[in-house]
Nanobody
Framework: VQLQASGGGLVQAGGSLRLSCASS????????MGWFRQAPGKEREFVAA????????YYADSVKGRFTISRDNAKNTVYLQMNSLKPEDTAVYYC?????????????????WGQGTLVTVSS
């Protein structure tokens, strides 16, 4: 499975961006998907995740109510809609795929990772 994240860019505080993560695998619908981010000098942190069917979603407290994760299994793509962006949301955002086992919140539970897309929020 290869993952390609896109949609990052520069946005002012309060603005919105939508990230996309396209998968090359034909079994995309079997994977749970997650978004993580890593700011300069900080560890990678969990942002959001979605189950293989899309019926369950998970969010970090810092993004609840502002970010929405979704997926389109017909297009082999997962999305992260980010609204009301804050300067502290600035980071490289990574999408990742998991088959199961472990917590959605931990990066160790994911087996495939995309290359990352940079989101910069100016104040």
């Amino acid at each position: 499975v290869q993952l390609q994240a896109s949609g990052g860019g520069l946005v002012q505080a309060g603005g919105s961006l939508r990230l996309s993560c396209a998968s090359s695998g034909r079994t995309f619908s079997g994977y749970g998907m997650g978004w993580f981010r890593q700011a300069p000098g900080k560890e990678r942190e969990f942002v959001a995740a979605i189950s293989w069917s899309g019926s369950n979603t998970y969010y970090a407290d810092s993004v609840k109510g502002r970010f929405t994760i979704s997926r389109d299994n017909a297009k082999n793509t997962v999305y992260l809609q980010m609204n009301s962006l804050k300067p502290e949301d600035t980071a490289v955002y990574y999408c990742a795929a998991r088959l199961g086992g472990g917590s959605y919140y931990y990066p160790e539970s994911y087996i495939y990772w995309g290359q990352g897309t940079l989101v910069t929020v100016s104040s």
